[in-house]
């Protein structure tokens, strides 16, 4: 038996309508008054009134009032009233009003009330999230100054 080669691959019209609906999908920025996005990545997102992400991502989320995120997730979201999450996750929150999740997973949420339902969880609070930055304020700080007596102080 002979040694059996892979056939080569070339691009073809299928991957080209593939990387054009990739590139419709992803969008840099989105400023609007009411902002909608679905099945899409977004950059960065911000709405003067309501916000809404569907079955996609947001690394940047600012809404003047309500947003709502169903089965997508930001990493970063600002918003100035209510908050709902169904099937969804973020990194950092922070919410003036109400914050509702349902099935999801929240890094850091800050909000006036949360409401967490379906084994939704939240890894840290306002408080948490204070005493972690000052512990890592602390741990570098103790780390630069060994650092510094170790090697000696360099210009």
């Known amino acids: 038996m002979g040694v059996q080669t892979m056939p080569e691959i070339r691009a073809t019209e299928l991957t080209d309508e593939i990387q054009q609906k990739i590139r419709r999908a992803v969008r840099k920025t989105m400023r609007a ?3 909608v996005v679905s099945e899409s990545l977004v950059g960065a997102m911000a709405a003067g009134n309501d916000a809404s992400v569907s079955r996609g991502l947001s690394l940047a989320t600012i809404a003047g009032h309500d947003t709502l995120m169903d089965a997508a997730g930001a990493s970063v979201a600002v918003v100035g009233h209510d908050l709902k999450i169904s099937q969804g ?3 950092i929150m922070l919410v003036a009003g109400d914050a509702q999740v349902d099935r999801g997973l929240i890094g850091v949420l800050v909000a006036g009330k949360a409401s967490l339902t379906n084994g939704s969880r939240v890894l840290m609070t306002l408080p ?3 005493a972690f930055g ?3 304020g602390v741990a570098f700080a103790v780390a630069e100054a060994l650092l510094k007596g170790r090697f000696g102080a360099r210009r």
């Open 128 to 130: 948490g999230a204070v």
């Open 33 to 35: 008054e009411a902002a």
């Open 89 to 91: 996750g973020a990194g």
């Open 134 to 136: 000052v512990a890592m």
